[in-house]
């Protein structure tokens, strides 16, 4: 086996071919493990409870339901990893040549600081404040120092718009892009792209974990995955948290001074956040299952197409976003293009770069396109933002779809809501806060 594919990377193998290793070099933990008499996954750390026939040792043996998707955690299996070679200094081409606003050259001077300083780091920036160029150069500091880096974000999604991005900007570099649906060979490299569920696959591997939208579902709540942060990172290292919205927990460690923060209240381009407007439009559940179509919500799709805008509709269930469509589609002229996505939908990568592409009036989507996607010329509909589904991160990374580019900086976000709830005001709040803010600095123009 090619040694650098265990470098921070942990495989399982069968206890019974762990013999020959080299165990000076390689690290061997159990993969299932007991605490206090109770049996622990050593990826996950959840409880493992189920013991059936083991097609590996061929005895009754006990496994992981929890992470089983990522490979198969046995009692009659070990962990196997290597620490990886001190790092090396390098030259590594950098072929960005943006220029950061005043706002994001504050964020990227810290970033580059907390890595050299091997020190943990909060950038809080409202969406479309442009996260990713500011963390540019300190990729590329730490890439030229010889350290290993990881990039990781919550969904696919995101990940795969990081992607290209970052590739570009370091043309040279060999990079692994890795989740859930990955088709390509793991290999090692200096730059790792990943979901954050793909972490735990590593061990004492990076010196520098950036992770992106970390306020999102699934790693907000998933104490597995949150754990796993300070598993992945070696003894030294740097921790890049990017959000919006950083969660109660953060912003508790900013107060008392755990961690340390960097604000950015305003985009990129200047112009204000676009300000969510409520409007009240009854049980439009109940009017979708009797496929009596809501005249507001005709009457804001006709106006985005009138003024020659996209548009996108968010929808807090599948079934009900179905059944829209079907209507929609009996009511709106032929020549009136749109589709529907969402998180099991297999074209949906295709969709989405249609949207890009101008390809569609508008698009129907759950919150699988809350974040992590930048359209041009848009604007939003949350159809039943009252829902339970729509947190105060989620409605506020919505509102932040519209506005993002500098050649279209304002847009419309509308509510429409069969009764106000605190996330919806609490995100408003949040937008009008950021605004404020960023009026009193002299940000806005």
């Known amino acids: 086996m090619n040694e650098t594919l265990l470098y921070g990377r942990e495989i399982i193998l069968p206890k019974r071919e762990i013999a020959h290793l080299d165990k000076e070099k390689i690290r061997i933990n159990e993969c299932i493990q007991q605490k206090n008499k109770i049996l622990y996954c050593a990826r996950c750390n959840q409880k493992v409870s189920v013991c059936l026939p083991c097609e590996i040792c061929e005895k009754n043996c006990f496994y992981c339901t929890h992470c089983i998707d990522m490979g198969k955690m046995c009692e009659c299996c070990c962990l196997c990893s290597i620490n990886e070679p001190f790092p090396q200094k390098r030259t590594v081409h950098f072929e960005w040549r943006g220029v950061l606003s005043n706002e994001q050259e504050r964020g990227s001077i810290q970033i580059i600081q907390a890595i050299q300083n091997r020190a943990n780091l909060l950038i809080s920036a409202v969406t479309g404040a442009g996260k990713t160029e500011m963390i540019f150069k300190g990729l590329h500091y730490a890439l030229e120092q010889g350290y290993r880096v990881c990039v990781a974000a919550p969904r696919i999604d995101v990940c795969l718009e990081l992607a290209p991005r970052i590739q570009a900007v370091f043309p040279n570099e060999p990079i692994i892009v890795l989740h859930g649906n990955t088709t390509e060979k793991y290999k ?244 009008v806060k950021m605004n404020t803010l960023a009026l009193k600095r002299g940000l806005i123009q």
């Not at 559940?285 to 009138?306: A, D, F, H, R, V």
């Not at 469509?325 to 002229?333: A, F, I, S, V």
């Not at 509102?399 to 993002?404: L, M, P, Q, S, W």
Request: proline residues 3%; charged residues 25%; aromatic residues 10%.
């Open 188 to 431: 090692y490299t200096k730059l790792v792209i990943a979901t954050t569920h793909q972490l735990l696959k590593f061990k004492e591997a990076f010196d520098v974990l950036v992770i992106d939208e970390v306020d999102a579902f699934p790693f907000q709540h998933n104490d597995s995955l949150q754990k796993r942060v300070d598993i992945v990172v070696k003894q030294e290292h740097s921790l890049i948290f990017l959000t919006a919205t950083p969660s109660l927990e953060q912003q508790r460690a900013i107060k008392k001074g755990e961690l340390n923060c960097v604000d950015i209240p305003v985009r990129y381009h200047g112009f204000a956040l676009p300000i969510p407007k409520f409007v009240y439009i009854g049980d439009w559940k109940n009017n979708i299952t009797k496929k009596q179509l809501c005249t507001k919500l005709i009457k804001y799709i006709n106006g985005s197409i009138k003024k020659q805008r996209k548009l996108l509709i968010f929808l807090p269930h599948i079934h009900l976003m179905q059944q829209l469509e079907q209507q929609l589609r009996q009511r709106l002229p032929k020549h009136i293009q749109f589709a529907s996505v969402h998180a099991q939908d297999n074209e949906r990568l295709e969709k989405v770069q249609a949207m890009r592409n101008q390809n569609y009036h508008f698009l129907l989507t759950t919150t699988i396109l809350e974040r992590g996607v930048t359209f041009s010329n848009i604007d939003v509909i949350v159809l039943g933002s009252e829902d339970r589904i729509f947190s105060t991160a989620a409605l506020v990374q919505i509102a932040g779809r519209v506005g993002r580019k500098c050649d279209y900086p304002t847009g419309d976000v509308w509510f429409l809501h069969y009764g106000k709830t605190k996330a919806m005001i609490s995100a408003r709040n949040w937008i």
